[in-house]
């Protein structure tokens, strides 16, 4: 589904991701950990071209990422979910989740209307379709920014920390979404630190540091039996 | 000295003309100015290198240069070289409205730097293109902060739309030096003049308060 090639980005002289490969399979979830500036926003964001990678290649879904003309085509295909939400604050959460809909795929109003309030029972948000962001908790804003990245369709679903904005108690109503995605097939990829949530519905873990995929494997391997002293170092300071 | 009330009442009515007037290009040139400013704002915000070259020479060229000059530039100037004279009131129009363009340009531009960079990512991310995200996401959100530095802008070019008075053009100001080469009543009708701008820059800034408020209600739902 994604496969990336000897991905190299650099900030000026900052070079943020160092010879980057990884291949994600249909249906799979992806979780990435690592330490702080490791390059894990980075990576998710070279991937929907959010960022433009210095050096290397990036096949989504067969189209490779090579010019202005297949971005868009790309992103309509892989959802993002941000750390802040970025909901649109001037519009209702059910405009939010149709605007996209309406203007990228020329969809009727009454069409993406009817899959955006299927998309908010969905997250359980029913009764929420025409509150304004400001109207609606963390918790809440972000389910609503998960529904409106579903209402694209797309093939892949990229999460930037979709909980660490949040407060705890929120946590979970946002990782159910998400478990629930994941049960259904869609393909992942979620940068986090709810090991819990890894644990269960992880396939894979890679840990990044300085740029670098050190280590990866099942969530089990990696939680319980990590090779590299880096992984070993960095999960007995979060576990 | 003595204070002739009688010449203000009787000029009165001349000078509510040329009032109105003033407003009329005032409206005029900010209205051509918010359009041009529009397009010169997105102009600089674009990653097209010209066109970014383009509108920044043009901001730096108006607001480095007094609008009196730029009035001459167009009224005298102008027609040396197309060898057509100008009307008077297509003159003061276009150089009020060139000059309001580039400042209301720095005003579009503060706003949509202000919006979070999250909102333009956001649109991005959903596959809308960066024209689709300005228009539904960023210029809706723009528009509401750029309320009352517009409000200024209009304000000042009530002011400095006085300096068309100089190419005989009869707005409120020439409407006054016109009933004073013929009355002498200079006190009097600089003092009227004064007071009836007074009016319509203290009238503007109210009706901005109260637009400002209305949208930051508007902004809480
Ligand atoms: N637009 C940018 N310009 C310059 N440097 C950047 C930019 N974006 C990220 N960086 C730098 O790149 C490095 C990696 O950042 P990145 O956000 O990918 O890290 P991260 O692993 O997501 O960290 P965190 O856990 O804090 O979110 C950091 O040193 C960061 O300062
Ligand atoms: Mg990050």
Redesign the interface.
Known sequence: MISIRNLHKKFGKLHVLKNVSLDIAEQEVVVIIGPSGSGKSTLLRCINYLEEPSEGEIIVDGIPLNGEANINKVRAEVGMVFQRFNLFPHMTALANITLAPIQVRKMPQAEAEKIALDLLAKVGLSDKANNYPEQLSGGQQQRVAIARALAMKPKVMLFDEPTSALDPEMIKEVLDVMKALANEGMTMVVVTHEMGFAREVGDRVIFMDEGRIVEEGTPETIFTNAREERTQAFLSKIL | MNFDFELIVRSFPLLLLGAGVTIQITALSVGFGLLIGMFVSLARLSKIKPLKLLATMYVDFIRGTPLLVQIFLIYFALPIVTGTRIDPFVAAITACSINSGAYVAEIFRAGIQSI?K??M?????????WT?TMR??IL??AF?RIIPPLGNEFIAMLKDSSLVSVIGFEELTRRGQLIIARTYGSFEIWLTVAFIYLIMTFTISRLVDFLERRYKID???
């Not at chain 2, 990512?121 to 293109?129: I, Q, V």
């Open positions: 979070d999250g909102q990512e956001a649109g991005r991310s959903l596959g809308m293109s689709q539904f996401i809706p959100q509401k902004d809480k739902h």
